[in-house]
T-cell receptor, first 118, second 112 residues
Framework: DADVTQTPRNRITKTGKRIMLECSQTKGHDRMYWYRQDPGLGLRLIYYSFDVKDINKGEISDGYSVSRQAQAKFSLSLESAIPNQTALYFC?????????????????FGEGSRLTVL | GNSVTQMEGPVTLSEEAFLTINCTYTATGYPSLFWYVQYPGEGLQLLLKATKADDKGSNKGFEATYRKETTSFHLEKGSVQVSDSAVYFCALTSRGYNKLIFGAGTRLAVHP
């Protein structure tokens, strides 16, 4: 089983609908992230959370919200989806205090959620 | 601000050819540098990393050397295989700052 699990893996929806993408992890990491991937733009950070009580905006947070329900769960919501939010969304985790040594920045990614907004 | 610039793809090679994917960065301080790989239909996974100047990261036959004087972290492999076909992302993070900044990605296609 994957250490970082995203649901749904694929979703097609219509403009104006509310959509939630969910992420759960079994790695025991405190830090969780949501990125979106667009062709030619790489990955851009939407929101990140360093612990359950900590939520931070990334570079493209407009139109998105998040909820950190528990250490292991981090959900991304689109309150009113629009076509330019069509993208591949990735959840990731990190553990800066772990054996990889502090602050080296390695992230562990889920398999992605492909969202299409018509 | 911090940024990463990668060569545009796609890069198309024959099996056993030499690979170079260029990556340069702009950052304050002394960032850690990474190459991530994304195989078709999968999430990103760490390929290699370097945390200080002149370090060489290596994994699966791939290498990259952290060059502070040229602010570069070029990815190389001496003999590519069809199974290396993927998208490669260069990334950086500053010390004490655990957010990764990614380049746009470079798609590599290796043909038999």
């Amino acid at each position: 089983d994957a250490d970082v699990t995203q649901t749904p893996r694929n979703r097609i929806t219509k403009t104006g609908k509310r959509i939630m993408l969910e992420c759960s992890q079994t790695k025991g990491h405190d830090r969780m992230y949501w990125y979106r991937q667009d062709p030619g733009l790489g990955l851009r950070l939407i929101y990140y959370s360093f612990d359950v009580k900590d939520i931070n905006k990334g570079e493209i947070s407009d139109g998105y919200s998040v909820s950190r329900q528990a250490q292991a769960k981090f959900s991304l919501s689109l309150e009113s989806a629009i076509p330019n939010q069509t993208a591949l969304y990735f959840c990731a985790t990190s553990d800066p205090s772990g054996s990889q040594s502090a602050n080296t920045g390695e992230l562990f990614f889920g398999e992605g959620s492909r969202l299409t907004v018509l | 601000g911090n940024s990463v610039t990668q060569m545009e793809g796609p890069v198309t090679l024959s099996e056993e050819a030499f690979l170079t994917i260029n990556c340069t960065y702009t950052a304050t301080g002394y960032p850690s540098l990474f190459w991530y790989v994304q195989y078709p239909g999968e999430g990103l996974q760490l390929l290699l990393k370097a945390t200080k100047a002149d370090d060489k990261g290596s994994n699966k036959g791939f290498e990259a050397t952290y060059r502070k004087e040229t602010t570069s972290f070029h990815l190389e492999k001496g003999s590519v295989q069809v199974s290396d076909s993927a998208v490669y992302f260069c990334a950086l993070t500053s010390r004490g700052y655990n957010k990764l900044i990614f380049g746009a990605g470079t798609r590599l296609a290796v043909h038999p």
